[in-house]
C-alpha cells in the first residue's frame, strides 16, 4: 500500500503558476468574476503564499507553492460534525461533497487555509463546458472542496497497469501540477518506497514541513533554497 506524498523544490520554483492553472483545468474549479477576483474571493485547490523575509525597508518575497499537504494527523477532519472529509488507506484526505453541509468548521482547523468554501455557483458558459473533465464532478455552491492528489488520475493509472498485467510504477500516476511543472520542481510519489525519488528528497537536509511543531504531519514537503539572500523575488 502506497502513501502518496510531495516535494516541492523552492530552488527549482520559478512562481510561474503553471501548477495553479493545470489544477483549475484538471479539477473542473470555476474561474470567479474580476471583482470578486479583486477582492481575494478566488477558488484555488493550489495557491502561491507570498513569504516575506528581513525587516523593512529590506524586504525580499518569494512565493511558496501551497496545496493541501496531506496530513497524517489531519485537524481538519476531526472537526467535521458530518464526517464529509477523512483519510483513505494511502494517506490522502478527501472530501465527500454530498455530505458535507458547508458549516466550514474544516476551514477552520486547517492551520495551512488549504479547503475552499464554494461560495460561487459554478457556471461554465458556451464552449468552455465541453471543457469540463469527464472524470471530475463540478461541484455545487455550499460546500467545502479541495485538492485530492487527482484520485481520478491514480483510477486511471490502476487501470491501466492491471490490463497490462503489472504493477503500478513510479511516474504512473501524478497529480495534474506536478505534471506540468516546467522546471521539475513537483516531485511526486510514494512516501514509504525508500527508493522513490520523493522518499529521497524528504530526507533531503533541506526538506522541512510547514508549522511541523503542530504535530499535523503534513505528506507534502518543502525544499528549502539553502541561504536565503534576496536574490529572487520583489525586494524594496
Ligand atoms: Fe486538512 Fe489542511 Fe492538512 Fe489538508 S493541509 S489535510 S486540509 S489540515
Redesign the pocket.
Known amino acids: 500500500m502506497a502513501r502518496w506524498g510531495m516535494a516541492i523544490d523552492l530552488a527549482k520554483c520559478s512562481a510561474c503558476q503553471a501548477c495553479v492553472v493545470a489544477c483549475q483545468s484538471e479539477n473542473n474549479i470555476p474561474c470567479v468574476p474580476p471583482e470578486e477576483a479583486r477582492s481575494g474571493r478566488i477558488l484555488s485547490w493550489i495557491s502561491l503564499l507570498p513569504e516575506l523575509e528581513g525587516e523593512y525597508p529590506r524586504l525580499s518575497m518569494r512565493l511558496v507553492p501551497l ?5 497524517d494527523n ?4 476531526l472537526v467535521c460534525p458530518v464526517k464529509a ?1 477523512g ?1 483513505n488507506a494511502e494517506g490522502t ?1 478527501h472530501q465527500i461533497y454530498p455530505r458535507c453541509i458547508g458549516c466550514r468548521y ?2 477552520t ?7 475552499m468554501f464554494n461560495w460561487y455557483k459554478p457556471e461554465f458558459p458556451g464552449d468552455l463546458a465541453l471543457a469540463l473533465n469527464p472524470d471530475v464532478s463540478v461541484r455545487p455552491k455550499g460546500v467545502v472542496e ?2 485530492t492528489l487527482c484520485h481520478h488520475r491514480l483510477m486511471q493509472a490502476r487501470e491501466e497497469a492491471k490490463a497490462a498485467k503489472r504493477p503500478l510504477a513510479e511516474g504512473d500516476y501524478l497529480p495534474a501540477c506536478a505534471e506540468v511543472c516546467p522546471s521539475g520542481a513537483i516531485t511526486f510519489g510514494d512516501l514509504d518506497d525508500p527508493a522513490s525519488a520523493v522518499a529521497q528528497l524528504a530526507r533531503n537536509p533541506r526538506a522541512f514541513r510547514l508549522l511541523e511543531d503542530l504535530g ?1 504531519k ?1 505528506k ?1 514537503f518543502h525544499l528549502a533554497e539553502g541561504e536565503w539572500s534576496g536574490g529572487r523575488g520583489n525586494q524594496t
Open positions: 496545496p493541501c499537504l496531506h496530513c489531519p485537524p481538519c477532519i472529509t483519510i484526505v474544516c476551514t482547523g486547517c492551520p495551512y487555509t488549504r479547503r479541495k485538492c499535523t503534513p507534502v
